[in-house]
């Protein structure tokens, strides 16, 4: 059996906030674990490269990994929770740059 997309989420972030999107993808597998995932923040002004991801965390390709400006780097990974409040810590950041 295959995973299931639990999650699939855009959300337009307004000039006042920065500008951009917040995109999150959430795969299950049958018994409801996180087998995958993805976390972006996306603003083609910002950053052109890396489809407009200015930054995000996800684990495609084998790994869990960010993603920022560009640059890809290995991360460590405790919990699905734990990332996403990175992610959330690291975006807000951002934006009130």
């Known amino acids: 059996m295959s995973d299931k997309k639990l999650i699939d989420e855009s959300h337009?972030?307004?000039?006042?906030?920065?500008?951009?999107?917040?995109?999150?993808?959430?795969?299950?597998?049958?018994?409801?674990?996180?087998?995958?995932?993805?976390?972006?923040?996306?603003?083609?002004?910002?950053?052109?490269?890396?489809?407009?991801?200015?930054?995000?965390?996800?684990?495609?390709?084998?790994?869990?990994?960010?993603?920022?400006?560009g640059k890809v780097e290995a991360v460590g990974f405790t919990s699905y929770e734990d990332t996403e409040m990175l992610f959330e810590k690291e975006w807000l950041a951002l934006r009130s740059t």
Not at 12 to 34: A, F, H, P
């Open 12 to 69: 337009v972030i307004s000039s006042k906030w920065g500008n951009g999107m917040l995109r999150r993808e959430v795969w299950v597998d049958e018994r409801g674990k996180i087998t995958r995932y993805n976390l972006a923040y996306i603003n083609a002004q910002l950053f052109s490269g890396d489809n407009g991801r200015v930054i995000g965390f996800d684990n495609a390709h084998g790994y869990h990994h960010r993603h920022y400006y």
